[in-house]
């Protein structure tokens, strides 16, 4: 039989089903019957930790260093440091994931950095080619982007944000904005492309979806060492952190490759917790530390937990939200960019006109292409939010066409092709369903929730075991969103279990 006309008006229609099928199916889908299925062949623990990686692994490092070795991490990845992941294909070096120390000295990964001789001090701002420049090629006003640097660093001061607690913070910026702009220098016809331009600097340092959606009060919360902006790095890629904690903790006390995708918390009749693997592993244990983050969280909860979490801790759940930003990395043999200036590149864009084709519309969400540090011949362009959802439905092909092109366009230089191309994905990656940062909603705050603590409350069964706690940047109150904050969240949470033992 050919195929006649309505069955061609059909056939996308089939197509949307079976990519539907495809994207519905989890690695989980294979896990079926409930506790009495697995309690048979279950191994017994004190501790299981769901997730290696950061907080899962300072949390099994305290664990070890305080005699409870009976534990185990149960990484659903096949490499431990989840998002933190360095990428290396022969001496380049890009980080997928984390890539700085904020704060300076007083962050404790400085500390462990620099005493391991890993720590690499930022280039400062005058070692660098620094351009200014819109989306068509001309000459921008740098006047606007001292405007949009002020209003970020004005919207971080307390006595300013306390202004907008029970608003989004992005309500401070375009406040701020409005009233910085007109100070003599900035040029009227650049104003909205500077505030566009300032709304992708926030999504980016902030790590928000959406710059009105934030809660001001949960923005207040997070705390500064002081000059996050100072951005050292880990010399050798930060997986050397992972590394790091990795080697205190012996290798049969970690499984990679093995989704946790039930946890039985109220079926034992000793109080215990059950918990199962995509692998067909179940693991008896008095305490189970989920590491997962809030992406990951939200989508799964109800599959993952037997009986549901509790409704107040499912409605706290669903009041974050984390960001989503990817990264693009672009290599050349030699830097293209130094035939105007020997330094590294660093190129703020404008957008005056969006007139790029729909498809390359993701494009609007990048503000900056700069070099990488300590890797000369490559370049490296965030994408956030609703772009970056964007750019991860394109393949790399198109992605890698498309910023080659603007590069073009926006430089009016020769670009030839690169000979290195990588993306991330962060929302496609079912483990995670994000990036750094997770905040409060304006709605999520308005609904009650005032701080992330309640996230990180254990939650007891009805046998009074607090059988389920919690790590994860998401529930650390004051340093969400970071590496830092995540390994103080492990290291927190196992003091809570040994202090329950
Ligand atoms: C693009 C990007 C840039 C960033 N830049 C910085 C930066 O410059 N500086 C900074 O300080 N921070 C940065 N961050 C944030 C930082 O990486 C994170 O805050 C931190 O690594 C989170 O650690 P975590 O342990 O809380 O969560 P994760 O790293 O997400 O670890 C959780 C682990 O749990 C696993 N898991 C999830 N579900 C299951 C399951 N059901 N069964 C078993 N395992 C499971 C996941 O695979 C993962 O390995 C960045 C993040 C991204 C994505």
Not at 82 to 88: E, Q, S, W
Not at 99 to 125: C, F, V
Not at 266 to 282: C, F, H, M, R, Y
Not at 426 to 451: E, F
Request: hydrophobic content about 35%; aromatic content about 10%; proline content about 4%.
């Amino acid at each position: 039989m050919g195929l006649g006309l309505p069955s061609l008006f059909l056939l996308p229609l089939l197509l949307g089903v079976l990519f539907w099928i495809a994207e519905a199916a989890h690695p989980c889908d294979v896990i079926t019957g409930g506790y009495s299925n697995w309690i048979g062949s279950a191994i017994n623990k004190d501790v299981v930790i769901v997730g290696g990686g950061i907080s899962g692994l300072s949390a099994m490092k305290k664990l070890l260093e305080e005699q409870v070795t009976n534990a185990v991490i149960l990484e659903a990845q096949d490499y431990l440091g989840g998002r933190v992941k360095t990428y290396r294909q022969g001496s380049i070096l890009v980080e997928d994931g984390a890539e700085w120390i904020h704060g300076g000295s007083r962050n404790p990964l400085y500390q462990l950095a620099n005493s391991l001789g890993m720590l690499t001090q930022p280039l400062a701002d005058s070692a660098y080619d620094w351009r200014v420049k819109t989306s068509t090629g001309t000459q921008a006003s740098e006047a606007g982007y001292n405007v949009a640097e002020q209003v970020f660093f004005e919207c971080e001061k307390g006595s300013v944000i306390q202004n907008y607690y029970n608003t989004a913070i992005g309500q401070c910026y375009k406040d701020k904005f409005g009233s910085f702009y007109n100070n003599g220098k900035t040029l009227a016809g650049e104003k909205s492309a500077w505030l566009h331009y300032l709304n992708m600097f926030v999504l980016r340092d902030v790590g928000l979806n959406d710059w009105m959606k934030e809660s001001g009060r949960d923005f207040d919360q997070f705390t500064s060492f002081g000059g996050e902006d100072k951005l050292n790095q880990w010399s050798q890629g930060y997986d050397a952190l992972t590394n790091n904690l990795k080697s205190s903790i012996p290798q049969d006390k970690i499984k990679l490759s093995t989704p946790v995708c039930k946890i039985f918390w109220e079926s034992d009749p000793n109080g215990k917790a059950l918990v199962v693997t995509s692998t067909k592993e179940a693991y008896l244990t008095d305490y189970v530390l989920v590491t997962a983050s809030i992406g990951h969280l939200q989508e799964r909860h109800l599959q993952l937990f037997d009986p549901p979490l509790p409704a107040s801790y499912q409605n706290n759940l669903n009041r974050l939200e984390l960001g989503l930003a990817d990264k693009i990395h672009l290599g050349w043999s030699s830097p293209w960019w130094k035939a105007l200036n020997p330094k590294p590149l660093d190129m703020q864009v404008i957008f005056k006109v969006f007139d790029l084709p729909t498809e390359e519309s993701w494009l609007y969400g990048v503000m900056e292409v700069m070099g990488v540090h300590q890797q000369l011949n490559l370049l490296q362009a965030f994408v956030n939010g609703d772009y970056a959802q964007k750019m991860e439905n394109l393949s790399d092909d198109d992605v890698k066409r498309h910023i080659l092109k603007f590069l073009r366009r926006v430089t009016g230089q020769t670009v030839p092709e690169p000979t290195f191309f990588r993306r991330s994905q962060w929302g496609k990656n079912v483990w995670v369903r994000g990036s750094y940062s997770s905040y409060i909603t304006v709605s999520g705050d308005q609904a009650g929730l005032k701080s992330r603590n309640p996230l990180s409350v254990p939650i007891t069964n009805s046998y009074g075991n607090k059988v389920i706690h919690w790590a994860g940047e998401h529930t650390n109150g004051t340093r969400y969103g970071t590496v830092d904050g995540a390994l103080g969240s492990g290291t927190r949470a196992a003091v809570r279990i040994i202090n329950d033992m």
